[in-house]
């Protein structure tokens, strides 16, 4: 529990993004955010929401951490769609969290791994891959670096 401590509070956010994830595109967006985190269960949960104001929507991340398997479960949702994605699930380890699960991605099935990196410094990074082949290989494909607003 208290992984996420790090986190509670308001953020400034650079998003890098790429255009058009698993085709071979180096096509990079960037976009100002803003992020506001907040605890549950005295640790044991928490919740953010993000805002892009430049694309005109809103995310949301909901952690949960199971005290039995100790490990967290990371759920995404945004307002364009307000669909609950499936979750990830992982730990953190050495001061890095690694968090993997199955999505899909334009109808295909993918691997999904968040990244948390930075957690012990004042500019946290999170970062977003996917993989198209059972995860032998990985994409980055969204990365955000946090700086306290």
């Known amino acids: 529990m208290n992984d996420f401590d790090f986190f509670i509070g308001s953020w400034t956010v650079t998003n890098r993004r790429l255009a058009k994830p698993l085709t071979g595109s180096d096509d990079w967006s960037v976009f100002p955010g803003t992020s506001t985190c907040w605890s549950l269960f005295e640790g044991g949960g928490n919740v953010d929401e993000i805002a892009f104001p430049t694309l005109g929507f809103r995310g949301c991340t909901l952690r949960l951490f199971d005290?039995?398997?100790?490990?967290?479960?990371?759920y995404w949702a945004n307002s364009r769609t307000g669909l609950l994605q499936p979750p990830v699930t992982g730990r953190f380890e050495g001061g890095r969290g690694d968090f993997y699960g199955d999505d899909t991605h334009e109808g295909a099935p993918i691997k999904v791994h968040y990244a948390w990196t930075g957690v012990e410094t004042a500019t946290p990074r999170w970062e977003q891959e996917f993989s198209a082949d059972g995860g032998r290989t990985w994409e980055a494909n969204w990365v955000m670096e946090f700086a306290r607003a």
């Open 67 to 74: 005290v039995e398997r100790a490990e967290w479960s990371l």
